[in-house]
């Protein structure tokens, strides 16, 4: 079990953040968080830097833009073990990403905003948190994917446990978990454009 280094946390439910956190920075941790997981560390007295601080890039095109880099996502899936893989990461200076802490908005809770359009809906699909999510849950065997928050006590026993790791059969449940959450986000996307009239153009 490799120790836990640096994390990427981006919760649309803060339910446990603090807590998790808390114990991430205690351990020694960087902390990396998009813009409103941000807000609520810092409030809270914890170290965190923010996605564009991490990759040098700021968010671009009104926010749709954040954490798609490969300063994210090679850090993400890079085999540790790999000769190549370390070259490369080390040629660009990219460091690896040991954790991700991500909950997705449920579509449900944006459809039923009253007299929201398609257009809209579409417009708020989130594209770099599932990406983060899949990269994650793909190299389970080095990376901890988290995508539920009820999880979070499990984890934080397993770190305080094993001195900041978690185990590979935690890592694997937890893969499994990540990815059936993005399949049911892109089924229930997928649903509602097939119960709407198409947009005019």
Known sequence: MGKIERAILSCHDKTGLVELATLLNELGVEIIGTSGTLSVLHAAGISAQSIADFTGIPELLNGRVKSLHPKVHAGLLGVRDSKLHLEQIQAYDIKWIDMVVVNLQPLSELIARPGISAEEVIDQVDIGGVAMLRSAAKNHRYVTAVVNPSR?????HELRAHEGSVSYATRFRLAQEAFCA????????????????????
Not at 182 to 197: K, P
Request: glycine share 0%; net charge negative; no cysteine.
């Open 152 to 156: 979070y006590p499990q984890v934080m």
């Open 182 to 201: 993005t399949a049911a986000y892109d089924n229930a996307l997928s649903q509602y454009l097939m119960e709407v009239a198409p947009p005019q153009e």
